[in-house]
């Protein structure tokens, strides 16, 4: 957000009364009708007010606002903790503003002016600049986006700001803008590692093992045995998740077959077999 440029205007009876805000109920939006204006020449037309120019007039101007708002900057006229002439009304208040906010709502709201650019159009930039500072003003006042008020919304007739009355969308996308700002900043927990597939063994190797296994059927040992390598092979044969004691003793069948040969290359291959059973079974690798 662009720093706070604080110009405060002396108190004078037409635009700071020094009255203090009963409290911050609601920040309400304007626009400065005066094409090309930047913020600092609002905030000098308010605090002009108090010269006799406008003094002496039979009907004096009334009028304030805490903030001006432009493309560069940020202008504070009035402490936030001061009444402004921003949104009195001699015609009356709207029903919503009666009861949410007063029954005189410059008691209890901050008032931004929304500079115009030359062609009388709130630009994007002066429209982000609104946002940064009244997401800041709605965090300091524990407020929310539907604390956010025009003009218009809170006297039912004045046509301000009027490009929002113009094109409302523009009003819904600020409070939008300014609830996005306000949502707590999380960052997303750390997605748990995920889990490696099961390994499983490859088509050719599951044959090899479950084969060597079938041929064990065949040499005359116990039936509690046969049964056993018959377990074994089932586990083998869908070559993953072998449960460990099977993997163990399906390796134990192998080395019998590791002792039979006397090649290395066998014995390499039998090696190899065992490391794959190892693997399948998740168990460490010989
Ligand atoms: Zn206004």
Redesign the pocket.
């Known amino acids: 957000m662009l720093p706070i440029t604080n110009a405060l205007i002396p108190v004078n009876r037409y635009s700071r009364p020094g009255t203090k805000l009963k409290s911050v109920k609601g920040i309400v939006m ?2 400065t009708a005066s094409n090309g204006a930047p913020a600092k020449n609002i905030v000098s037309y308010f605090g002009n007010l108090r010269l006799p120019a406008n003094a002496s007039k039979a009907k004096p101007t009334f009028a304030s606002a805490h903030y001006s708002v432009d493309d560069i900057s940020i202008v504070r006229a009035l402490p936030d903790n001061e009444v402004a002439y ?2 009195g009304s001699s015609q009356g208040y709207t029903k919503d503003a009666l009861s949410r906010l007063s029954t005189y709502p410059n008691n209890c709201t901050l008032g931004v002016e929304m500079c115009l650019d030359k062609n009388g159009k709130i630009t994007e930039k002066t429209f982000q600049n609104c946002v940064d500072l009244v997401a800041y003003l709605c965090k300091q006042y524990k407020l929310t986006e539907k604390d956010i008020w025009t ?1 218009i919304g809170v006297v039912g007739w ?1 046509q ?2 009027l490009p929002w009355i113009q094109k409302p969308s523009e009003f819904t996308r600020f409070k939008q803008e300014v609830s996005n700002k306000l949502k707590p900043v999380t960052t997303p927990p750390p997605k748990p590692p995920v889990p490696a597939p099961p390994y499983k063994m490859g088509e050719k190797d599951i044959e090899k093992v479950t084969r060597f296994l079938s041929a064990l059927w065949f040499i005359p040992i116990a039936t509690t045995t046969k049964n056993d390598i018959h377990k074994v092979a089932e586990s083998i044969r869908k070559g993953q998740n072998v449960p460990k004691e099977h993997a163990e003793k399906a390796i134990l069948f192998l080395s019998a077959g590791w002792k039979f040969v006397d090649n290395a290359t066998d014995r390499k291959e039998f090696n190899r077999l065992a490391n794959e059973i190892r693997k399948a079974a998740d168990l460490p690798q010989e």
């Open positions: 304007h626009y921003h949104t003009h004045k301000c700001p």
